[in-house]
């Protein structure tokens, strides 16, 4: 069961890779745009997320506090990916940079909260 865990962890740090690292290849080739591959990663972190919030194996302690902020954290950059998607796609043009800067913070502060607390 410990290995099932470890590979949902896993994941989940895939799906954040894959998210800040598209944001990251985007901010490198100045196009300031919101991609697929965001969407994707933004959606494997919250499927596993998920799955770890669940009490599996019995027995073990979850930090309820943690897993709510980090759960409010990805609503709110879904949502700043969502928005900015739309708005690419109805305009054509790149989302604001304020914007696609909040949507980069949003997701290291995710990976921090992971890793720090």
């Known amino acids: 069961?410990?290995?099932?865990?470890n590979v949902v962890v896993f994941l989940h740090i895939v799906g954040f890779a894959i998210?800040?690292?598209?944001?990251?290849?985007e901010a490198a080739a100045r196009r300031f745009g919101f991609t697929r591959l965001m969407e994707y990663g933004l959606l494997l972190s919250?499927?596993?997320?998920?799955?770890?919030?669940?009490?599996?194996?019995a027995g073990?302690?979850?930090?309820?506090?943690?897993?709510g902020v980090k759960l409010a954290i990805l609503l709110v950059l879904?949502?700043?990916l969502g928005m900015?998607?739309?708005?690419q796609?109805?305009?054509?043009?790149?989302?604001?940079r304020a914007m696609f800067l909040v949507a980069g913070l949003l997701s290291l502060a995710a990976a921090g909260i992971a890793v720090l607390w």
């Open 1 to 5: 069961m410990d290995l099932l865990r």
């Open 19 to 25: 998210t800040f690292g598209a944001w990251t290849a």
């Open 46 to 57: 919250l499927v596993t997320g998920l799955a770890l919030a669940a009490p599996w194996p």
């Open 60 to 67: 073990i302690e979850l930090n309820y506090a943690k897993i």
């Open 78 to 80: 879904g949502a700043v």
């Open 84 to 87: 900015g998607s739309a708005r």
């Open 89 to 96: 796609r109805r305009t054509g043009q790149p989302v604001p």
